[in-house]
């Protein structure tokens, strides 16, 4: 591909030695091997799971905050066992990839520079399946927008298609005039001071145990869509949508660069509005790829009224819906399961 191929020499500075994954020792399920590579000045580290045979086609799986891949464990069988292997990367600033000081290298834009120049290592000219969840289906739409040539069909799980607006208006200010008033608690993340907040282990450990539905002695939960109660952190306890050694995993690997990276992903909306500043101002993007977007009912922050009207800018879009909270993959797995099944059928 032409485009591709101007993306290797402007991107793509990695040395022969970069470029060759290196695989790591210890490798969870359902993934078969753990690899690392360069692109540009950052590491990205992802794991990869193969079907039975050889590999029918790729599927590149996007996480959230504060999640990492393990949070796609219970899909990537149905990917595998449809013959499809499936990357499933840690995002910029988690765990074993690279965490940048810049704010930019966070934005929508960089990101899928990056990631589009991940693919073209590992499958080089190959359309792939791409999908997300909280901000990793937040970044699937960019993404798709910037490298269409990318991609056979794309998915978002939660996370609806916002488009791009020609007007910047900070996050605080739509709040008060009634915009996204499920979105308070991002300005309590995207404070810099917010996460010098879970520095150690224990921190850490009450952070995970807030946004993944632990409970006080008392019944109470610390996350809302107006944000963190700090106060009720120390009381928190399992059992939470991790198991105990889930949890530990994810204490674990959050202890490796911290929160400021991953928080960093709420620290970007004016660097990303004005990236995506063009597309709005010719009009919009309309996706002409197979897209399949799936609505967790119970989410509390990404709620349902904010999908409204985004079936416009779609050529052969599919709704479903999950009657779960924002963890839909772990909360429901058999209907999420059930949903991509069927999608994927009609793609291949």
């Not at 050889?54 to 996007?62: A, C, F, M, R, S």
């Not at 010719?282 to 999908?307: W, Y």
Request: hydrophobic fraction near 40%; proline fraction near 8%.
């Amino acid at each position: 591909m032409k485009k591709m191929n101007l993306f290797r020499t402007l991107i793509l500075s990695v040395t022969t030695a970069a470029a060759a994954t290196a695989q790591q020792p210890s490798v969870p399920a359902p993934f078969n091997s753990s690899h690392s590579v360069v692109v540009g000045a950052n590491t990205w580290h992802y794991f990869r799971a193969r079907p039975s045979n050889e590999p029918k086609g790729t599927v590149l799986l996007l996480h959230g905050f504060p999640d990492l891949p393990y949070g796609w464990s219970n899909q990537v069988p149905v990917f595998t066992s449809l013959g499809y292997q499936v990357i499933v990367p840690h995002m910029l600033g988690y765990a074993q990839t690279s965490s940048p000081a810049e704010f930019d290298e966070f934005s929508f834009k960089k990101q899928s520079d990056e990631l589009a120049a991940l693919l073209d290592q590992i499958v080089p000219d190959e359309q792939v399946i791409l999908g997300g969840h909280d901000w990793g289906g937040g970044l699937v739409w960019p993404f798709a927008i910037y490298y269409p040539e990318l991609f056979k069909g794309i998915f978002s799980i939660t996370y609806p298609y916002l488009p791009p607006a020609t007007e910047y208006v900070d996050l605080a200010d739509a709040i008060r005039v009634g915009q996204y008033p499920t979105f308070k608690y991002q300005l309590q993340f995207r404070e810099p001071s917010f996460d010098r907040e879970f520095s150690n282990e224990t921190e850490i450990r009450q952070l995970l145990l807030a946004v993944n539905e632990a409970k006080s002695p008392d019944g109470k939960t610390a996350f809302s869509p107006n944000g963190i109660d700090l106060d009720l952190l120390p009381y928190l306890h399992q059992p939470s949508l991790l198991s105990d050694a889930e949890l530990d995993l994810y204490v674990s690997e959050f202890q490796i660069r911290g929160l400021r990276g991953p928080l960093n992903w709420y620290r970007t909306a004016k660097i990303n509005f004005e990236d995506e500043l063009p597309i709005a101002q010719a009009g919009g993007h309309r996706f002409t790829m197979p897209t399949l977007f799936v609505q967790a009912l119970r989410d509390p922050v990404l709620i349902p009224e904010l999908s409204e009207g985004m079936d416009q800018y779609f050529d052969k879009l599919t709704r479903a819906e999950v009657n779960t909270g924002h963890w839909a993959m772990i909360e429901g797995p058999d209907e999420v399961n059930k949903i991509l099944n069927s999608w994927v059928a009609t793609i291949d």
